[in-house]
């Protein structure tokens, strides 16, 4: 039986990660981690543990006590808090994954699921379709964490054959939990704006294109990357995956069809210059010829589906 423990899972990826991963193997199978103790409300369904993931030793002997098989490890400091404080968020993105990458060479977990994301990629990318292999010189120390931690993955691979698999995911945009730190997550907080009659005030410039994707897409590229067979996996470092791409103009412009009195207000602020410097969309072919990813929502789908699942706060 597997047994799933997943860090951070109180997060934006992690709590719907987390339902689909129990939907999946049972919600016995699902252990969800969260430095955060107030994130245990939302795992009524299966066990919760308050886990900080540079603690080895705990994370070691949950692994031990829970008999798990598999790590997702999707604690993380994202872009626009991590230039707060770059130094922890250095030490936190990569210690962290060096502690779950030992536990595989250690051979006491057997597969790994570790997010990378578009901000590898920097000023001196192809912006417009940006190739899997390319410059990336990355200008985010989150960036720089993720980039380093792809070499890290693909050496653990290589070195020890451990099975750890990852994806670099664009801008999540989910309606369950909230974003957490990101130069994306404008995307997600316009819809409440929208809804809740509010102007919205844009922290990116309205032309600032930027790869995102509805988040029941992200989750079916997790759960099939980490499905496929192993011999059908030829990237170990991160898969480039992609969906819709999009600018604040363009998605303004659809909810103003929903909501015709909708207002936006642009007042860029150090997350444009972060922006910019992320591709505006990515050829992701690896990852539609080895697993057969293809994504189902673009723009207008996402937020029709959105819309239909959120109410006004009262
Ligand atoms: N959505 C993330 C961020 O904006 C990128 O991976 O930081």
């Known amino acids: 039986m597997e047994r799933i423990l997943i860090t951070g899972a109180g997060g934006q990826l992690g709590s719907e990660l987390s339902n689909a991963l129990a939907a999946k ?8 981690t969260d430095i955060n103790e107030k ?10 543990e ?4 540079l603690d080895k030793e705990r994370l070691e002997s949950l692994v031990e006590q829970y008999k798990v ?17 770059p130094l922890f968020t250095w030490k936190l993105n990569m210690d962290s994954l060096l502690n779950v ?50 070499r890290w993955c693909a050496y653990y691979f290589e070195k020890y054959g451990v099975d750890v698999r990852s994806l670099r995911y664009p801008g999540l945009i989910g309606y369950k939990s909230a974003a957490g730190g990101g130069t994306t997550d404008y995307a997600v907080d316009i819809f409440r704006a929208a ?54 103009k363009d998605i303004y412009k659809v909810l103003l069809k929903y909501y015709p009195d909708f207002k936006i207000k642009y007042n860029p602020d150090f997350r444009q210059e972060i922006a910019a410097s992320w591709p505006d969309s990515i050829d992701d ?4 010829l080895d697993w057969d990813w293809q994504h189902d929502y673009d723009l207008e789908k996402m937020a029709k589906d959105i819309l239909s699942h959120l109410a006004p706060n009262k």
């Open 69 to 85: 098989t598999q790590v997702y490890h999707l604690a993380a400091i994202l872009s626009a808090v991590g230039e707060k404080n």
């Open 50 to 53: 308050i886990l900080d993931v």
């Open 195 to 248: 809804i809740d009659g509010e102007e919205f005030e844009c922290f990116l410039d309205k032309d600032m294109y930027l790869p995102m994707m509805y988040m029941p897409d992200a989750i079916k590229a997790t759960l099939d990357l980490m499905d496929a067979p192993k011999e059908d996996i030829t990237i170990r470092s991160s898969y480039n995956v992609s969906a819709i791409s999009f600018s604040p």
């Open 101 to 150: 990458l030992e536990l595989g060479r250690m051979k006491k977990i057997n597969k790994i699921y570790w997010p990378s994301s578009i901000a590898v990629f920097g000023k001196n990318t192809p912006v417009d379709n940006t190739p899997q292999d390319c410059v990336m010189d990355p200008t985010t120390v989150y960036g720089i964490s993720k980039l380093a931690g792809e």
């Open 39 to 48: 994130a245990g409300e939302k795992f009524d369904y299966c066990t919760f």
């Open 285 to 288: 072919t690896r990852a539609r």
């Open 25 to 32: 193997y049972g919600n016995e199978a699902i252990i969800a």
